[in-house]
């Protein structure tokens, strides 16, 4: 498909690459099960299980959301 040509949704770009969508998921969960294991490892240290495991996974997952919309939604405006 040409970069000019309609893409599946009939917009003109054919929208974001698969691999750059890929990596763009796995970065999601590598950085939600990154926060995951330093929450469980401070709660361990701290005696505060699973609080801080808890916060670790919604803190990760917040910002992997955030970061994910900033590149996919505010970065297409960008290009524009």
Not at 52 to 69: C, I, P, T
């Amino acid at each position: 498909m040409k970069a000019n040509s309609p893409g599946p949704a009939g917009r003109k770009g054919g929208g974001q690459d698969p691999a750059q969508l890929a990596g763009i998921g796995l970065q999601f969960a590598l950085v939600l099960v990154a926060f995951l294991f330093a929450g469980k490892w401070l709660d361990e240290r701290l005696g505060t299980e699973p609080w801080l495991m808890m916060a670790g996974v919604f803190l990760g997952f917040g910002l992997s959301v955030f970061w994910m919309y900033r590149r996919l939604v505010l970065g297409d405006k960008e290009k524009r």
